[in-house]
């Protein structure tokens, strides 16, 4: 028996690493709940375990959480309705830290001296635990385990005057990963942190303004996009217009490469480039540094369509859909039975079996993390009758985890993490089995290399180099580098 066949199979699962949140704000519009409405559905990706719309009025806030989707929460009018205001903020959510309770959705919201404060959150805070045992002895009472909260104690107990000061010093006292929308009675404003790990952009809807995760999320409601916010920035809009601020000093920008990986849209442009080109990139440096003879590129949908179109157009190769993917199996369906928990992965995902009996074909997906998923699709090109099938992953070995917002696993529980590339493909079952390299992924977004004094992006999933100190971690990265386990030797072979 394999390490693997010890992990969980949940057949819900995708064995994917989770995405982390979504934000959308906007300030000055007659409907704005319902835009953020829109712009939640179009950042559902993000996060699919609950949701939360906050709206001010001109007198008074307005809340609307729940569990489960956006459409299922924010379609009824009534809800809708009691959203007044023109200014609003919302969150989609998948759980990195906190458990999943109502309490834990945001949207959070504190009355303050000043008035009150709704503040939404994606990224993860790295010295939490640390801050909040202080804010603790300090007679703050935290309602949550979220460390969102984190920064609303913080606000209070800050001793500047306006909201965006306190926010600021708020800010000054944490790590870690965060990409802010919060408002107040007459303010919106937009954070991103130092080293803008996750993405916020900035964009407008005739006269209003608008926070957003992605780009994606103005395209729904027809909205411009004016550019992304800076690693470092601070947007103030209110009725004067927009106002920016660098206030923490200048950083080197470390933005997540996994979100042109994997996490982003793919019709979402960040930092200037565009997912879906970038993905199509990497598939064309996959093929140039791991190409095999074969009959056909299939992705593993859908993360691994545009890396696999990619893949088929630099080596001349057909391009085939060897997989059909069921779209209406939700996160929950049923709770199954150990008998038909193994069927796994073909709720989701069935075999074209016309198309790769007796053919050799190329699997294009976008990551391995525990290694189920991918174990299950080998197994069921193979039982569909494919001659051969081999493996190509749009990303390196992910083989640390990430504390920034994406939930991985520990590091023994990541394949990567604990086996070569050689003994990972024996475990899957394919053919052969091969990862782009760190360089090929730098190249595919554009850079001549990867500068290894200063990275251009965080890639620590990969490398295990985290750009910001990890004082809630420390212990934990620390047993995790020892003993040395084998790593990405071979992932460019």
Request: with cysteine; charged share 25%; hydrophobic share 40%.
């Amino acid at each position: 028996m394999t390490d693997i066949d010890h992990m969980t199979t949940n057949p819900f699962d995708d064995d994917k690493l989770h995405e982390e949140c979504g934000v959308f704000g906007i300030f000055g519009h007659k409907e704005a709940a319902a835009h953020v409405a829109l712009g939640l559905h179009a950042l559902q990706h993000r996060g699919q375990e609950a949701c939360g719309i906050f709206s001010y009025d001109g007198a008074q806030f307005h809340s609307h959480k729940a569990m489960g989707l956006v459409g299922d929460n924010f379609s009824d009018s009534a809800v809708m309705s009691q959203l007044k205001g023109s200014s609003s903020i919302g969150h989609v959510r998948y759980a990195t830290t906190g458990g999943t309770v109502i309490r834990n959705v945001q949207p959070l919201f504190a009355e303050f001296e000043f008035g009150g404060l709704s503040i939404a959150h994606n990224g993860n805070l790295t010295n939490t635990q640390a801050v909040r045992r202080t804010l603790v002895r300090r007679g703050c009472i935290f309602q949550s385990d979220m460390d969102t909260e984190v920064i609303v104690h913080l606000v209070a107990v800050s001793l500047y005057a306006t909201v965006e000061d306190r926010l600021i010093d708020a800010l000054r006292q944490i790590e870690g990963a965060y990409s802010l929308v919060a408002m107040t009675k007459n303010t919106m404003i937009g954070v991103r942190d130092p080293h803008g790990v996750r993405p916020l952009c900035l964009g407008k809807l005739d006269d209003s303004y608008i926070l957003a995760s992605e780009s994606c999320a103005f395209d729904i409601i027809g909205a411009e996009f004016v550019r992304d916010v800076e690693p470092g920035e601070v947007i103030i809009i209110n009725q004067d217009g927009v106002k920016s601020i660098k206030p923490f000093g200048d950083n080197p920008s470390r933005f997540c490469v996994f979100e042109y990986i994997y996490f982003a849209r793919p019709d979402s442009q960040i930092e200037n480039r565009s997912v879906y080109e970038v993905r199509k990139a990497i598939g064309a440096e996959l093929a140039r540094e791991s190409g095999v003879d074969a009959d056909m590129v299939v992705p593993v949908p859908d993360s691994g369509v545009p890396s696999a179109i990619g893949y088929a157009a630099e080596a001349s190769m057909a391009f085939e859909l060897g997989i059909i993917r069921n779209h209406y199996v939700g996160r929950t369906f049923i709770e199954p039975t150990q008998d038909i928990r193994h069927l796994g992965v073909r709720l989701k995902h069935n075999a074209n079996i016309r198309s790769v009996k007796g053919k050799r074909i190329i699997l294009v997906d976008d990551s391995i993390v525990r290694g189920t998923t991918s174990k299950k699709i080998v197994d069921m090109m193979r039982q569909a009758g494919a001659a051969e099938v081999h493996m190509r992953i749009s990303s390196p070995p992910t083989a640390w985890p990430c504390f920034y917002g994406i939930d991985t696993p520990r590091r023994e529980k990541l394949l990567a993490g604990t086996h070569s590339v050689e003994q990972m493909a024996e475990i899957i079952g394919a053919d052969s089995l091969a990862f782009i390299s760190i360089e090929g992924m730098y190249r595919a977004v554009g850079e001549a290399k990867r500068n290894d004094d200063n990275p251009q992006f965080c890639d620590a999933c990969f490398t295990g180099e985290y750009p910001t100190r990890l004082q809630d971690h420390e212990d934990d990265v620390a047993a995790q580098r020892e003993p040395s386990l084998p790593l990405l030797a071979e992932q460019g072979k």
